[in-house]
């Protein structure tokens, strides 16, 4: 079975300009996480989504960050503009249900490393 | 709010040496606790879990036990491999407004032949 697939692995780009990651689920995962994790750092929450819905986004920065999740499948992370301080590992984890947080079951990509210059 | 802290690393152990991470939280709760390993190039993937107090989590020989009243949940290891060289993050499944799991900053293992 295929686990959680995020690309592009490594993106480099210049402050000021916009970046996109994407993450396909495992398949039959209902639930979507991106989580944030800097260098040294454990994984933040950015946002969750169950199917379609976004029920957690508190901690996703709403001025240059935005989210998506179409047909309730594959997901996309933007950010625009990027900033330095935006240098971090992104990454996308998905679980059958909204029990992941309770059972653990995440299963996590590999992540997605952006360096902001 | 809720929160994990962990011991610093890196650690750096000698093969079949002993192996203790500590772990503690704090949490709204009780909530339920996971040690994940993030070995290197791969992703976090759940090492195991305690579900209620006393509960004792494991797996590939690591070993962890729920402490409601110290708020810990230490992780061991009787005898480490180079194998087990990896990051290890402790983190809790909280209850409070979202469920959503809250991650120690990880402590570096890197196991010496």
């Known amino acids: 079975e295929a686990g959680v697939v995020q690309s592009p692995r490594y993106k480099i780009i210049e402050k000021k300009q916009p970046v996109a990651f994407w993450c396909n689920p495992i398949?039959?995962?209902?639930?979507l996480y991106w989580y944030l994790q800097n260098l040294g750092q454990g994984p933040e929450l950015l946002i969750r989504?169950?199917?379609?819905?976004?029920?957690?986004d508190s901690q996703l920065p709403k001025d240059r960050f935005s989210a998506e999740r179409l047909k309730g499948v594959d997901s996309t992370l933007k950010i625009q503009p990027a900033e330095l301080g935006d240098s971090a590992v992104y990454l996308c984890?998905?679980?059958?249900?909204?029990?992941?947080?309770?059972?653990?079951?995440?299963?996590f990509g590999e992540g997605s490393r952006l360096t902001v210059l | 709010g809720d929160s994990v802290t962990q011991m610093e690393g890196p650690v750096t152990l000698s093969e079949e040496a002993f192996l203790t991470i500590n772990c503690t939280y704090t949490?709204?709760?009780?909530?339920?606790l996971f040690w994940y390993v993030q070995y290197p190039g791969e992703g976090l993937q759940l090492l195991l879990k305690?579900?209620?107090?006393?509960d004792k989590g494991s797996n590939k020989g690591f070993e962890a036990t729920y402490r409601k009243e110290t708020t810990s949940f230490h992780l061991e290891k009787g005898s480490v491999q180079v194998s087990d060289s990896a990051v290890y993050f402790c983190?809790?499944?909280?209850?409070?407004?979202?469920?959503?799991?809250?991650f120690g900053p990880g402590t570096s293992l890197s196991v010496i032949p």
């Open positions: 949490a709204t709760g009780y909530p339920s």
């Open positions: 305690a579900t209620k107090a006393d």
């Open positions: 398949s039959g995962h209902n639930t």
């Open positions: 984890a998905s679980s059958l249900d909204f029990t992941g947080a309770r059972t653990g079951e995440l299963f």
């Open positions: 989504y169950e199917n379609e819905e976004a029920v957690d």
């Open positions: 983190a809790l499944g909280s209850k409070t407004s979202y469920d959503k799991v809250i």
